[in-house]
């Protein structure tokens, strides 16, 4: 191990395998059929250097090993936003270079010099070997990371959230209506067998408190998977309409002491300016109220105003800043961080793990094109039997109510994402690339808690 391991990917000239036609670019779809589709056979994906083992070396004093896997290193590649084909034959191209120089054994840092060398030579050069990195930080910090995925019927909740599983490779996905189902139908949850916009309400205002208390009580259905998650720093995506942006996604103990730092900082930073015992005593005040409002904005996320849903379908760039601890900040893309409290800080990130990263997305459609698929939806539902012809334009009221509710929040900040069949596409890859800045924005934060990083002023 103490030889310098790294092999000059563009001298080398590694055998081709049974399935390598060494006269063609087998990188370009139309040359190679094998790799038009995502789904691959086995005798096409397969290749005789999986036969043979790559050990990765970790630590200074290489103490532990892992078994390189094409298939991960492919979807860790996948992340990055390198397309999935291209990342297979880079993670193919990196097994044969090892391989071929008798590199059985590797330290993960010449490994990465290699795989580096590999992506820069087919154009995916400091941008993504960035994100590489980063996402390597995030696995091995091992943040808790929760993914809201919110709106109303029909707006590709669920397509949205597979389809960004797959993109960031997070394994698990929940469902806030099977959740729903088995707390109705499994234990004495008040929970009514026919959904919230399907009943009558006197006001808007009834149906929205009535559609917030299920909110809070699906959120108590998912209390265990969520401690879990942020006990063992899992990532998650949590998708469906009983999603209110306004709840708090977070275990008791971790946002009861949120909210003492919270308390203490605005009171120092009050103190600091004013010297005034009176006004700091209101600053505790209001910082309680932003904490406890129910409008507050789950898991904290700050953006600038209007950005977000206005120019999706344009493609903006998706270099927007993220909050990720305290209340919305008042001044937008500005990471709020405790450095007046760095010991209380260290002592708690010991206790509780690293802060959760928690990304809220609102999802909605042009109004024309929503009602359209609502209309089919109603038809397709058991309670359609119960509601007369004239009574399925109410539904649709109130789903737009419960909507323009979710899409509120903007004005504080949220994203709201519009989606639409045309520019779908575009949405997700605007989605991807902002979800990976919201990722970095919250390891940032938590590395310079830590201390590993200073403090951007």
Same mark, same amino acid.
């Given at each position: 191990m103490g030889k310098d391991k790294e092999v000059a990917a563009s001298s080398s000239n590694p055998i081709p395998d049974s399935n390598h036609n060494s006269g063609e670019d087998d990188s370009d779809p139309s040359k190679n059929p094998s790799f038009t589709s995502v789904n691959f056979s086995s005798r096409n994906a397969s290749s005789k250097y999986d036969f043979v083992k790559v050990k990765?070396?970790?630590?200074?004093?290489a103490d532990h090993y892992y078994v390189l896997s094409r298939f991960l290193l492919s979807r860790m590649l996948t992340v990055t936003k390198i397309p999935n084909h291209v990342a297979i034959k880079i993670a193919l191209e990196l097994k044969k270079l090892l391989i071929d120089n008798s590199l059985l054994d590797v330290s993960q840092s010449d490994l990465e010099a290699n795989l580096f060398k590999l992506m820069e030579r087919r154009g995916y050069g400091e941008e993504y070997i960035n994100r590489y990195k980063m996402m390597?930080?995030?696995?091995?910090?091992?943040?808790?990371?929760?993914?809201?995925?919110?709106?109303?019927?029909c707006v590709g909740k669920s397509t949205i959230a597979t389809q960004l599983a797959q993109r960031l490779n997070l394994p698990n996905v929940l469902q806030t209506d099977m959740v729903y189902e088995l707390l109705r139908t499994s234990t004495d949850a008040p929970l009514g067998s026919t959904p919230v916009w399907a009943r009558d309400f006197s006001s808007s205002e009834e149906l929205i408190t009535e559609f917030c208390r299920e909110c809070r009580i699906v959120r108590k259905g998912l209390a265990g998977d969520l401690?879990?998650?942020?006990?063992?720093?899992?990532? #998650?995506? =949590?998708?469906?309409?009983?999603?209110?942006?306004?709840?708090?996604?977070?275990? @008791? &103990?971790?946002?009861?002491?949120?909210?003492?730092?919270e308390k203490t900082k605005e009171a120092n930073l009050v103190s600091v300016i004013n010297n005034d015992p009176a006004k700091q005593v209101e600053n505790n005040t209001a910082s309680d109220s932003c904490t406890d409002n129910s409008n507050s904005i789950v898991g904290n996320v700050s953006l600038e105003d209007g950005k977000s849903g206005d120019?999706?379908?344009?493609?903006?760039?998706?270099?927007?800043?993220?909050?990720?601890?305290?209340?919305?900040?008042?001044?937008?893309?500005?990471?709020?961080?405790?450095?007046?409290?760095?010991?209380?800080?260290?002592?708690?990130?010991?206790?509780?793990?690293?802060?959760?990263?928690? #990304?809220? =997305?609102?999802?909605?459609?042009?109004?024309?094109?929503?009602?359209?698929?609502? @209309? &089919?939806?109603i038809v397709t539902r058991t309670f359609s039997d119960k509601c007369p012809v004239q009574d399925k334009g109410r539904l649709i009221t109130n789903l737009k109510i419960i909507q323009d509710y979710l899409c509120s929040f903007k004005s504080q900040g949220l994203t709201v994402a519009n989606i639409s069949a045309t520019t779908f596409p575009q949405t997700l890859d605007w989605l991807h690339a902002y979800l990976l800045q919201c990722i970095e924005q919250g390891i940032s934060s938590v590395s310079n808690e830590n201390g590993r990083q200073p403090a951007e002023r």
């Open positions: 990765v070396w970790l630590g200074d004093h390597t930080r995030f696995h091995h910090q091992r943040v808790p990371l929760v993914i809201l995925v919110c709106g109303t019927a401690k879990k998650a942020m006990k063992d720093g899992k990532p #998650i995506i =949590i998708e469906g309409i009983h999603l209110d942006p306004s709840i708090y996604l977070m275990d @008791e &103990e971790n946002k009861s002491s949120a909210n003492v730092t120019k999706l379908n344009k493609v903006p760039d998706p270099q927007e800043s993220v909050t990720t601890a305290g209340c919305v900040s008042d001044n937008k893309g500005e990471i709020v961080t405790d450095t007046s409290r760095e010991g209380d800080s260290t002592a708690r990130k010991d206790k509780l793990g690293p802060k959760p990263i928690i #990304i809220p =997305i609102v999802l909605k459609m042009a109004e024309f094109d929503h009602k359209a698929l609502l @209309e &089919e939806w």
